[in-house]
């Protein structure tokens, strides 16, 4: 097996860094090198060492003087809503009914779903995205389609055929029981098949009538190693009729809670307007509240309280996601751009290197996946996005002024976008040049 060197500045996240000063919350290599065989990082460190350790039939290539990072994780997307993004005017409830659910009565058509799985997980991996956790849609197909392209690529996916039986129409609907039995055929076909992972993905608890929440709390209870996604606490109009749908709820969080989807593996998509109860129950149970940026600026959802989350009493954990196509960008860079806007007029900031870590090893010690991907560590896989700071007319120019590695690093969220994205690798193949070709 041939093993390939990659030379380039190497950064890489050991824990949340506190400050911009906290220095050894990172590892930073100025002339750092990758061995990577088999799709694993098998070294990794200063390019000298590691050059080493590789022997002479390594490939090499040199990606000097641009960054080497983990490949971005997003947290929070739907495949289907390609065609959904950039929807003009609506809140939540309306884009959902205007937009979202007539576009996903397509995915019954199988051939509808490869083709926009095929050019989902490209979009992806043009922007520098490496690991994605995607709702599919209500149809078993469109979950076959997305395994199927993301097998090809051999990329570490997280993903679910949504489960929903009312409040939308027809044509997006499954039952208590159809929901149930396709899960299990997909997570028997698809679940720990190479990179694959399932995720059982009630939609929200609008969509999915009590039966229906039953059999996603059984799915949990016999999967407990699985994923479970969902949406919670988005909107006040969804806060609102979902306390009419579940009378005797304590608050919307209660719902998940009372049929046991609530737990370490548990991703719940906005969590803009908790209550301290609510926030206490997902801290409790280690649930993860991701936070999308610009799915909530766009449907003007509300600001989510990240520094408040993660500084209470019992911190919440957190992730991060472009919640395409409520999400208006692809780009992990153009979300926390963003992110920094909302944590900003929450009278907070988030430096740099957080939002670095954030998109890279938080997102994956959010889904529990941060021994395989996440890192540049010795023994993951090789996951890897070149970032390149002087990619347009208009960065040049800022670069000329920037001094350190923290000023590089928030130019490219700033003003960075999928042309920042030099080269992607996914499981150690070079999956951006090869698209292009
Ligand atoms: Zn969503």
Not at 113 to 140: N, P
Not at 174 to 197: C, F, M, N, V
Not at 410 to 425: I, M, N
Request: glycine share 8%.
């Amino acid at each position: 097996m041939t093993s390939t060197l990659l030379r380039g500045r190497t950064l890489s996240f050991v824990r949340w860094p506190e400050t911009i000063d906290d220095h050894s919350a990172w590892r930073y290599e100025e002339d750092g090198g990758l061995l990577i065989s088999d799709g694993r990082i098998v070294a990794s460190g200063a390019y000298a060492q590691v050059e080493e350790q590789a022997g002479e039939g390594a490939k090499k290539i040199d990606h000097r003087p641009h960054l080497l990072l983990p490949g971005f994780v997003d947290t929070h997307v739907h495949f289907p809503q390609m065609q959904v993004i950039a929807s003009y005017g609506a809140e939540l409830l309306d884009w959902l009914n205007t937009y979202t659910f007539p576009e996903e009565t397509k995915f019954a058509n199988a051939q509808h779903g490869r083709r926009i799985a095929r050019l989902f997980l490209d979009e992806m991996v043009r922007h520098g995205t490496t690991t994605v956790v995607a709702y599919c849609s209500v149809h078993k197909a469109s979950a076959e389609a997305f395994f199927a392209e993301s097998h090809d690529r051999n990329m570490l996916n997280i993903a679910g055929k949504v489960m929903m039986d009312r409040n939308a129409p027809e044509g997006v609907l499954d039952t208590p029981q159809s929901g149930y039995d396709d899960t299990k055929a997909l997570i028997k076909e698809w679940h720990g098949k190479g990179r694959q992972h399932y995720a059982i993905t009630p939609r929200f608890a609008i969509t999915s009538s009590p039966e229906q929440m039953e059999m996603a709390g059984a799915l949990c209870r016999e999967h407990p190693d699985l994923h479970m996604q969902t949406h919670l606490s988005e909107n006040h109009a969804e806060i609102a009729f979902t306390q009419q749908l579940y009378p005797w709820s304590r608050d919307y969080t209660d719902v998940y809670e009372h049929y046991g989807l609530l737990g370490k593996k548990s991703l719940f998509g906005h969590c803009i307007h908790l209550s301290e109860r609510e926030a206490d129950a997902l801290s409790q149970s280690d649930s993860v509240a991701v936070f999308c940026p610009t799915s909530n600026l766009f449907l003007g959802s509300g600001l989510f309280d990240y520094q408040r989350f993660r500084h209470r009493e019992k911190p919440l954990r957190i992730a991060a996601a472009t919640d395409v196509g409520g999400g208006t960008n692809y780009s992990m860079l153009r979300t926390m751009d963003e992110g920094y806007k909302v944590i900003a007029l929450n009278g907070e900031k988030l430096n740099p290197f957080q939002s670095f870590w954030q998109i890279t090893r938080g997102n994956a010690e959010a889904l529990s996946v941060v021994q395989k991907i996440g890192t540049l560590d010795q023994g993951t896989d090789a996951d890897i996005v070149v970032l390149d700071a002087r990619a347009t007319p208009a960065m040049r120019l800022r670069m000329e002024t920037v001094q350190t590695l923290a000023q590089e690093l928030f130019l490219l969220q700033t003003l960075g976008d999928d042309r920042a994205v030099r080269e992607v690798y996914v499981a150690g193949r070079a999956a951006k040049s090869d698209m292009a070709n």
